[in-house]
């Protein structure tokens, strides 16, 4: 258990619904990351967080993505107008500053999307 | 375009013999490499990291080593035990250090057998 908690596990959903992911981070890691990960691939970079502020974005996320952490705490992921190539499973990760000396991200278990 | 590669999408390697995981890398910007694993409904777990300024890093029974002139690196596990089991990612920062933002390979499963 690595103390990063994600929310739903596991979400099923028809296209054009909205779905919300919610993360919960260790509580002292000030850097929040959301990644997607499809099958057979490597988890793909989404944004970044630096406590409340939204540092970087992919161009993968796209305009019916939206990403938030009010207070530098939990973070959501909303995807609007959920479209088929949206199922993935979507991992959040915390980082402290510390661990950008050894790249040590703590992974949540994920939140896994499957758009009917 | 895939700047990180795990061209071998699985291993079978017998308990206490040693598994060499390979990762290929394109981008000669990336200074900081990573090895992650990763258990059925877990999300990945750090395993072990390297500096574009080292050849070598070495944790317990895991070594990273890199070649920078080929964009390379490998992970050898020695020896190798049955909860060593799991998918491997390599993956890759650009930047100053570890920046969190990493781009990862397809992943590596590794079996292991008692």
């Known amino acids: 258990d690595t103390g990063v908690s994600q929310d739903p596990r596991h979400k099923i959903t028809k296209r054009g619904q909205n779905v919300t992911f919610r993360c919960d981070p260790i509580?002292?890691?000030?850097?929040l990351y959301w990644y997607r990960q499809t099958l057979g691939q490597g988890p793909e970079f989404l944004t970044y967080f630096q406590n409340e502020a939204q540092l970087e974005k992919s161009r993968l996320l796209s305009d019916r993505f939206s990403a938030e952490r009010p207070k530098g705490s939990f973070s959501t992921l909303e995807i609007q107008r959920t479209e088929q190539g949206d199922s993935a499973m979507y991992l959040c990760a915390t980082l402290t500053l510390a661990g950008l000396n050894t790249g040590e991200l703590f992974f949540g278990e994920g939140s896994r999307l499957t758009v009917l | 375009d895939q700047q990180v590669k795990q061209n071998s999408p699985s291993l079978s390697v017998q308990e206490g013999r040693i598994s060499i995981l390979n990762c290929d890398y394109t981008n000669s910007m990336f200074d900081y490499f990573l090895w992650y694993k990763k258990y059925p409904a877990e999300g990945p777990t750090f395993l072990i990291s390297?500096?574009?300024?080292?050849d070598k890093n070495e944790d317990g029974r895991f070594t990273v080593f890199l070649n920078k002139s080929a964009k390379h690196l490998s992970l050898h596990i020695v020896p190798s035990q049955p909860g060593d089991s799991a998918v491997y990612f390599c993956a890759a920062s650009a930047g100053s250090g570890n920046t969190g933002k990493l781009i990862f390979g397809q992943g590596t499963t590794l079996q292991v057998k008692p």
């Open positions: 390297i500096s574009s300024i080292k």
């Open positions: 509580s002292e890691h000030n850097r």
